[in-house]
């Protein structure tokens, strides 16, 4: 038997022995004992997405003001989504780029939207093509995603969306109604590159199965979670959303397991802005775990520029020690600096 699988087989026996937590951080494993691979700045990265809001009325929520001010957690002060509709900004947090599938191409052809402010189901009605194109899209099986950087690396990765229609794998399904999920923001089935290869999909779950990983002290290095739509704040307030967080969260996120060498962050799709004049389209986004040293009150927050697509950026130098594999905009997104701010 390889050394390797001797050691992984050993973590396996104390984190069942620790209550299937492991304490240990040189014995973390994810799923079926898969031993984790050490990474730079950390060894585990937990992301979840939520919907459509300015960061100013996030800001103002009392859950949200609070949280980034916590031990070990940090504001990314100047962090942006990169274009509206929802779903281009999801393709870039895994692929790097929307491929120009954005709502300012599309009112070159249909400028008749050039004036929403919010994208409804009687504006889905009256414009059908916007739902296409915010659920059907494809992209060939020759477009690299984050999986291709995580796999070649040998980093374990699970992908799981509240409501999903099934357990495992990968379905084709669309939205369902105003409490479920959906497709649009949920990446992974828009990539052939993923949905032709079933060892991918196998790794694609419902929720359900997060909150098992987690009992069993059994999650991957690459967590990537998204709400219902409802849940999301998409379909409802940050008050809402806040107290979703709170009910079902809270005490994960501040569990010794859950922040033990990984890089946990919270952020929003895009702007609650849907008008052409809304370039900014400045997001809160928050992140945490024990690697976030905020030894002063100006670690607390970081003003160096990220958007989207520095959550691939990010993981590449963290496994691979470079960026850029994808060839798209993780070329040049700036990494998150995990221990200390850029402008401390």
């Known amino acids: 038997m390889k050394l390797a699988s001797v050691f992984a087989a050993s ?14 951080k040189k014995c973390q ?37 609070k949280f980034w001010k916590k031990d070990n957690h940090r504001l990314l002060g100047n962090y942006h989504a990169i274009t ?19 709502l300012y191409n599309a009112v070159a052809h249909h400028p008749e939207v050039a004036n929403l402010t919010s994208l409804t189901l009687e504006t889905y009605y009256k414009y059908p093509w916007l ?26 990765w699970r992908a799981y969306a509240e409501g999903y229609p099934i357990h ?32 991918r999909c196998n790794n694609i779950f419902n929720s359900d199965q997060f909150f098992e990983d987690y009992k069993n002290g059994e999650l991957p290095q690459y967590i990537y979670y998204v709400p219902t739509v409802k849940d999301d704040m998409h379909d409802t307030n940050t008050t809402y959303g806040s107290q979703y967080i709170q009910k079902t969260w809270s005490k994960i996120f501040e569990e010794k397991y859950f922040n033990e060498n990984a890089l946990n962050i919270l952020t929003f799709d895009e702007s609650g802005n849907f008008t052409f004049s809304d370039m900014n389209n400045q997001i ?11 030894k002063s009150t100006w670690d607390h927050i970081d003003w160096a520029y990220y ?12 496994w691979t020690g470079k960026i850029g594999q994808l060839g798209t905009n993780d070329t040049f997104a700036n990494v998150i600096r995990v221990k200390k701010p850029y402008t401390s």
């Open 11 to 24: 973590c396996v026996l104390l984190a069942a022995m620790a209550q299937a937590k492991p304490t240990n």
């Open 29 to 65: 494993t994810g799923p079926h004992g898969v031993k984790y691979v050490k990474g730079r700045q950390f060894d585990r990265i937990f992301q979840i997405v939520f919907e459509n809001h300015d960061v100013w009325p996030v800001q103002a929520d009392p859950w949200f003001n």
């Open 84 to 102: 509206h509709v929802s779903q281009p900004n999801y393709f870039n947090m895994i692929a790097g780029s929307d491929f120009g599938d954005n």
């Open 131 to 156: 739902a296409d194109s915010d659920n059907l899209i494809n992209y060939p099986a020759n477009v690299k995603t984050v999986i291709d950087v995580l796999e070649e690396a040998g980093v374990s």
């Open 168 to 199: 495992q794998g990968c379905n084709f399904t669309m939205t369902v109604d105003s409490t479920a999920y959906a497709r649009r923001h949920f990446p992974f089935v828009s990539f052939e590159s993923i949905t032709n290869k079933p060892e």
């Open 284 to 294: 809160y986004t928050t992140i945490w775990g024990s690697g976030v040293e905020t």
């Open 307 to 318: 958007n989207h697509t520095s959550l691939i950026s990010t993981i590449e130098d963290n």
